[in-house]
Nanobody, 123 residues
Framework: VQLQAFGGGSVQDGGSLRLSCDAS????????VAWFRQAPGKDREFVSA????????LYAVSVKGRFTISRNSAKDTWYLQMNSLKPEDTAVYYC?????????????????WGQGTEVTVSS
């Protein structure tokens, strides 16, 4: 599975963006997809995940209530709607996928990664 993330850009504080993550081929149903981000000079961190089992989506505390992860199953596309963006949300955002049952929060558990899309939020 190859993933492609896009939709990043530059917005003002309080603005919105929607990121998309496309799978290159028809994915199996049992695939977890997550978004991670990496700010300049910082480690990559978990943002959100959508478990394939239909469990509730997971969010980092820093984005809960502002970001929403969703999926268009017909297109094998996942989205991250980001509202009320803040300068501290500035980062390169990556989508990732896995077919194992390991912890959704840990990036090392993900087998497939997109190339990243840059988000810049200015004050």
């Amino acid at each position: 599975v190859q993933l492609q993330a896009f939709g990043g850009g530059s917005v003002q504080d309080g603005g919105s963006l929607r990121l998309s993550c496309d799978a290159s081929q028809r994915t199996f149903r049992a695939i977890d997809v997550a978004w991670f981000r990496q700010a300049p000079g910082k480690d990559r961190e978990f943002v959100s995940a959508m478990p394939w089992r239909g469990d509730r989506p997971l969010y980092a505390v820093s984005v809960k209530g502002r970001f929403t992860i969703s999926r268009n199953s017909a297109k094998d596309t996942w989205y991250l709607q980001m509202n009320s963006l803040k300068p501290e949300d500035t980062a390169v955002y990556y989508c990732a996928a896995k077919t194992n049952s390991a912890d959704l929060y840990k990036m090392n558990n993900y087998d497939y990664w997109g190339q990243g899309t840059e988000v810049t939020v200015s004050s």
